[in-house]
């Protein structure tokens, strides 16, 4: 069992585990159901991770047919960019119910432009009736603590929380498992202890046992559009 995912399921979380489709981070098919039939989600992770995503409309166009073919052959519904690129008009090109490719502050992202805000939203399609909904990450990436400022707590983490939860706001953390250091101490710049992240999780479970709904992604998207949807339709 990947160590992220045992983690994770110990404690009583399920998360939503984004999958480069091609290049050399490819994961076979097996590993993929096997995280669905545990509860967890499987999400599309860019189409190659090289930062050439959004070199030009052309080429995401390209590439957005590639990746909606790995949407309906991986049964996903859900995406994120690679490096946190974006682009929220041409991302309606893909068959999504949700992205996740924003943040509602992190200026030391490459693309740095926050969508200032801690809950998810929507996005109009091109067709009426159709959208999808805007999950930004509300909590500072593990990397940018971790590995660039070589904070050893995570304080940080909890005062978001704290802030977040106190305002009714959704927590959105993204936790590549690449830099977390499972069974030894974190060797080098490139890792950090896992024990960093299991006790956040120890902390927000207990924190706020009974306070909050831990959903994966799909479910808060569909949640946001059930509320959208209910908001805009004449009583009848």
């Known amino acids: 069992m990947p160590p992220a995912r045992a ?16 290049g050399p981070y490819r994961v076979d098919a097996a590993l993929r159901d096997e995280l669905k039939g545990d509860g967890f989600e499987i999400g599309v992770h860019d189409l ?6 959004y070199r030009s409309k052309a080429a995401f166009s390209a590439a957005a047919a590639a990746i909606n073919g790995y949407f309906k052959e991986w049964g996903a519904v859900g995406f994120r ?3 946190m690129f974006h682009n929220l008009d041409w991302l309606r090109s893909l068959d999504i119910e949700y992205d996740a490719s924003t943040f509602d502050t992190d200026p030391f992202e490459p693309q740095p432009d926050g969508v200032g805000t801690i809950f ?9 009736g ?5 999950l930004p ?11 660039i400022f070589r904070d050893r707590s995570n304080h940080v983490w909890k005062q978001k929380l704290d802030w977040i939860a106190a305002n009714g706001g959704m927590v959105l953390l993204n936790v590549p498992p690449d830099y977390m250091a499972f069974d030894c101490p974190a060797q080098g710049l490139s890792e950090f202890d896992s024990a960093l992240y299991e006790e956040f999780l120890i902390y ?3 924190k706020y046992a009974g306070n909050y709904w831990q959903g994966l992604p799909r479910e808060v998207a ?4 059930m509320q959208r949807l209910s908001s805009v339709q004449p009583p009848v």
């Open 7 to 22: 983690l994770e399921k110990r404690l009583g979380f399920l998360s939503a585990f984004n999958f480069i489709p091609e």
């Open 81 to 83: 960019a690679g490096f």
């Open 137 to 147: 990450y509300t909590l500072p990436q593990d990397s940018t603590l971790f590995l």
């Open 222 to 225: 569909r949640y946001v559009k």
């Open 48 to 53: 190659r991770h090289d930062g050439s995503l």
């Open 130 to 134: 159709t959208g999808y909904v805007e």
């Open 120 to 128: 998810p939203f929507w996005i109009d399609g091109h067709e009426p």
């Open 204 to 206: 927000l479970k207990t």
